[in-house]
């Protein structure tokens, strides 16, 4: 304790305070004593002083420093849910505060209260142990111990490996975190073993689409679609939009749907008709339904389904031309028939086979092959004219395609020349010839004859 002049006693730190702030007041103080003992004054004498203690008054530098310590920017736990029994790990992500552990240095001259300089520094932050609580999970690996320092705004990640236990529920394992000269962390960490957590209610749309195994180009094609809420709650304000992607397929029924709402579990159908061309390509092309329905507080979901329409290509065939060389066969000769046969469709005919029926001798079956698309290709029949006259002729086409085995029925007739007289004349005239020579001889010629 300290005593002044006629003064009560002080404590230490008054004491301090004043000897620091006011030094030269108090030996001005003893000036103006110790000139009442002389009976004569000094007042002029320590005035000018005064005033510059009054104005300017140096601080002893000072340093204050805030308790470092970190915090858990982030865990996540692998896999999100585990099985009872199962094997998983918890990374938590620990992160320096930076700008709460820091250290202030204030130094300088004052006027007032206000200081000259004020230097802030952030210090690091040593983690001497983290360790993970079970809380009823089990922890497979030890604490990390010393893990070291952390500089201002840096993070470390640090994994356990656990093991969940042989029941379902919800654990909240717990992160210890101990800072050397500093203050601990704890951070409880959501563990989900086999818990179906609650979520909010939502609807789901579903669609259920039918159309044809395959269509040919330029057929007309009809789909259903069956729209069924799959969700918890009621979807409203459903609106689907068909838009085809191929310029050769038409939509011929309208392009907008609208249904007002459905409950969980209810459907809704909706038809649909498209016209095709013949120039459509082969494959699947794609039509985009675009559906768009509201939640139950009015967020409004999107969803895009897409409707393949398969078009196989199918093939169809038929006969153009039937000619025959020479054009009118005689009978007795041979000739040939050709058939010209061609593909109208939109594939490719395999197996293409012509049969002919008729009353002509010959060849009664041509093999062609394939056909392509818009082309043709000839069946020849080698043949031998046995009659003259108009001879009927069926001719039957067998072919494959992608729609399978298909065939072809046609008929036909071939003119042939009549047999020329000409052979009956001179056998005829021969005969005559032969019979009047015979009766000359007989009758003149004779050996015995009275005519001699």
Request: glycine share 8%; aromatic share 8%; with cysteine.
């Amino acid at each position: 304790m300290y005593t002044d002049q006629g003064q009560t006693p002080r404590n230490a730190r008054e004491y301090m305070e004043e000897m620091a702030i006011h030094p030269q007041e108090k030996t001005l103080a003893g000036f103006r004593n110790r000139d009442q003992k002389t009976g004569k004054t000094r007042n002029r004498y320590w005035s000018l002083p005064a005033a510059f203690v009054v104005l300017f008054v140096f601080i002893v530098a000072t340093a204050t420093a805030a308790d470092p310590t970190v915090i858990v920017t982030d865990s996540v736990v692998t896999p999100a849910v585990l099985m009872p029994g199962d094997t998983g790990t918890i990374t938590i992500l620990i992160k320096n505060t930076a700008q709460a552990a820091s250290e202030k240095e204030n130094s300088g001259i004052v006027l007032g209260s206000t200081f000259a300089s004020t230097k802030s520094t952030d210090i690091n932050v040593f983690i001497e142990n983290v360790h993970l609580d079970p809380n009823g999970i089990e922890v497979l690996n030890e604490d990390f111990d010393r893990v070291g320092e952390l500089g201002p705004g840096q993070s470390v990640p640090v994994t356990f490996v656990i093991k969940a236990p042989a029941k379902s529920g919800i654990f909240f394992p717990e992160a210890w975190i101990d800072v050397k000269n500093g203050r601990s962390t704890r951070f409880p960490i959501l563990v989900n073993v086999n818990t179906d957590i609650a979520t909010q209610k939502k609807p789901s749309l579903a669609i259920a689409k039918t159309l044809p195994s395959r269509v040919a180009p330029g057929e007309d094609i009809s789909a259903v679609l069956v729209v069924e809420n799959t969700g918890l709650t009621r979807a409203g304000d459903i609106a689907v939009v068909v838009n085809s992607t191929v310029k050769s397929i038409a939509l011929t029924t309208t392009g907008r749907y609208y249904i007002a709402s459905l409950e969980p579990g209810e459907k809704s159908t909706i038809n649909l008709w498209f016209a095709s061309d013949r120039n459509t390509p082969v494959g699947i092309s794609p039509v985009t339904l675009a559906v768009t329905y509201n939640n139950m507080d009015g967020t409004v979901e999107r969803q895009t389904e897409t409707l393949g329409i398969p078009f196989t290509g199918k093939a169809e065939i038929a006969i153009s031309s039937v000619t025959t060389d020479p054009v009118r066969p005689v009978p007795g000769n041979p000739f040939t028939l050709v058939v010209r046969v061609e593909n109208t469709g939109t594939d490719r005919a395999t197996s293409v086979r012509a049969t002919l029926d008729s009353a002509f001798a010959g060849t009664k079956d041509a093999f062609i092959g394939s056909i392509d698309k818009d082309s043709d290709a000839p069946a020849i029949f080698y043949l031998q004219a046995t009659k003259d006259g108009t001879v009927p002729a069926a001719i039957s086409i067998s072919y494959h395609d992608e729609y399978g085995t298909h065939r072809v029925n046609e008929t036909t007739a071939v003119m042939t020349n009549p047999a020329s007289p000409l052979p009956i004349i001179i056998a005829l005239l021969l005969i005559l010839c032969a019979g009047a020579g015979a009766a000359y001889w007989y009758y003149r010629i004779r050996p015995g004859n009275g005519h001699a």
